[in-house]
């Protein structure tokens, strides 16, 4: 485990140390996830998993057809059935 310190420069934009870029193979272009820990930041060089599945979940129903409302019209719908039995 390494301890860095960066500086963050305008609008926000940090670099990271090339050794650790290389390390990870972060490269330019590539996706990191941010999670906020109630103020302690973690960078995480990946995509989270549940991020994928998210996308596919989309993905999917938008190739049935459904759109944002048909699916929190459904998402009531099943939280009705399981509160009322």
Do not use: H, S
């Given at each position: 485990m390494g301890v860095y310190q960066i500086q963050v420069a305008k609008r926000g934009v940090i670099t990271l140390p090339a050794s650790l870029r290389r390390k990870l193979e972060i490269h330019e272009g590539?996706?990191?996830?941010?999670?906020?820990?109630?103020?302690?930041?973690?960078?995480?060089?990946?995509?989270?998993?549940?991020?994928r599945l998210a996308d596919r979940l989309a993905a999917q129903w938008r190739a049935q057809g459904a759109d944002l409302e048909t699916m929190l019209k459904t998402l009531r719908e099943v939280r009705g059935e399981s509160a009322g039995g």
């Open positions: 590539g996706i990191l996830t941010l999670l906020d820990l109630d103020g302690a930041l973690i960078l995480v060089p990946q995509t989270l998993e549940t991020d």
